[in-house]
């Protein structure tokens, strides 16, 4: 006798990954619903890429206004800026953006849940309204959520999550982490007038990319006036009677600011979901443990994105979103290739990398041939500044293929996409410099490493 669903499946948050997932699966022919508590288009439309993006955009002109009398530009000495104008037209850009993707949502059918839902077993769900569904397949997709530090006060702080609503810049911003959010913000807060002090835990940033690279961001970073402190653990905060907030650290003495940010990492959203109810077992820090088709330890519940801690990455979401989809519902098994994925950090300037870095190439294989260009771009040699470019290649000692390929510099995310093909392509050293410059570029020193 055939059990009947009110589902064939239901995802439980709709970032990219649920998104993307839902809405192929629909188009494949599955009765389709989703459940979200909060906005749909999830961290990366709402509360994270998109609106960091933005203001990054928005906080570059602090230079750009700058340089452009070296341009011969006739720019007043102290130009005017309004957080609030930013503010506002950035959160409406996220309005947009979340509407168009609840009109896609809409398109294919999918229904959709304005609230939270718990699982109750392996194909039973829970709305927060109290209403009980049923699916024969559930989706996990509920991304993760900003950790914060258990210390005294730490409720006096705020996450990236608050950082795109307040009333103004801070003057003075501590900013705890040292990973790409961290930087990031960084960034923003000091071209847009704050000063800003990083902490961290130990004395390494972006953990995980090349070192020369994170080298030359620290170098610039330091250079521009943004501060660091490196191994010191939050101990307390403390709210004085003027509202200013002052932080007390091992190994630094207490510093006082107005405005205390923690980007230390991001932890998994289960807590609360009922998981266990049906039987789907969680690692140590609470991610859902799944296979390479996204099954979790329950063969009915399934999971994509942040929540399984594996790579965080708003398009490797969608990619696992696409394969879950295509996978159970239209006859089209295929698997996330997790291997040369590139990433990069929107700090100013920006970092992008795909592939090995140069430790990583040793460890494996034993050693490697490095080729850089440590170079000044040309629009901050007219504009009197003396920040250099670093591109860096990793190829293998015996073949030349491309390791990895490793950026700091103006632009480096968006010249690092194409050429991220070529890695993944697995092209040698001798391919590139086998294709003729495009002058006068950045990107011609891919082609031009020695």
């Known amino acids: 006798m055939t059990t009947h669903y009110d589902y064939d499946l239901f995802v439980i948050g709709a970032g990219s990954g649920g998104v993307r997932a839902s809405r192929v699966a629909a188009a494949h022919g599955a009765k389709v619903a989703v459940a979200e508590e909060y906005r749909i288009g999830g961290t990366c439309v709402i509360r994270g890429c998109v609106p960091k993006k933005l203001l990054i955009y928005g906080a570059h002109f602090a230079e750009d206004l700058k340089d452009a009398k070296r341009f011969g530009w006739n720019v007043p000495d102290q130009c005017d800026f309004d957080w609030k104008v930013l503010r506002d037209n950035v959160l409406e850009e996220v309005d947009r953006i979340s509407g168009a993707y609840t009109t896609t949502l809409e398109s294919h059918h999918v ?43 730490h409720e006096l702080g705020i996450t990236s999550n608050e950082a795109f609503h307040l009333d103004a810049v801070p003057k003075r911003i501590l900013i705890a982490g040292a990973g790409y959010i961290a930087n990031e913000f960084a960034g923003i807060f000091h071209q847009l007038g704050a000063h800003v002090m990083l902490i961290n835990r130990s004395d390494v940033i972006l953990r995980g990319y090349d070192e020369s690279i994170r080298d030359r961001l620290l170098q610039i970073s330091m250079m521009k006036g943004i501060e660091f402190r490196f191994h010191a653990d939050f101990q307390g905060i403390e709210k004085g ?29 289960t807590a609360g979901l009922g998981l266990d109810s049906a039987g789907v077992a969680l690692d140590e820090k ?47 098994p295929h698997r996330v290739d997790y291997e040369n994925i590139p990433a990069a950090v929107f700090s100013h300037p920006p970092m992008a990398g795909v592939g090995l870095t140069e430790a990583q190439a040793k460890n494996k294989f034993g050693t490697c041939k490095v080729y850089t260009s440590d170079f000044r771009p040309m629009k901050n040699v007219l504009a009197g500044r003396n920040e250099r470019a670093l591109y860096k290649m990793v190829c293998d000692s015996d073949t ?37 410059a495009l002058h006068p570029s950045m990107a011609e020193e891919l082609v031009l490493m020695r």
Request: aromatic share 4%; with cysteine.
């Open 241 to 269: 009677e003027d509202g200013c907030l002052t932080v007390k650290m091992s190994g630094h003495e207490p510093v006082t600011v107005d405005c205390v940010m923690f980007a230390t990492g991001r932890e998994p959203n």
């Open 286 to 332: 609470g991610a859902v443990k799944v296979d390479e088709d996204n099954r979790s330890t329950c063969p009915s519940i399934y999971a994509v994105g942040d929540v399984t801690n594996r790579v965080q990455l708003t398009p490797v979401a969608i990619r696992e979103g696409q394969a879950f989809a295509d996978t159970v519902f239209g006859g089209k």
């Open 400 to 436: 030349g293929k491309v390791l990895g390929l490793h950026m700091i510099g103006p632009d480096a995310p968006e010249i690092l996409q194409a050429a991220a093909i070529a890695v993944k392509a697995g092209l040698t050293k001798d391919d590139f410099d086998q294709t003729v």
């Open 111 to 153: 229904e959709t849940f304005a609230e939270r839902a718990t699982i109750t077993g392996p194909h039973g769900i829970t709305l927060a309204s109290g209403r009980e569904l049923t699916a024969k397949t559930i989706l996990i997709a509920t991304g993760a959520t900003p950790s914060v530090p258990k210390c005294p006060g």
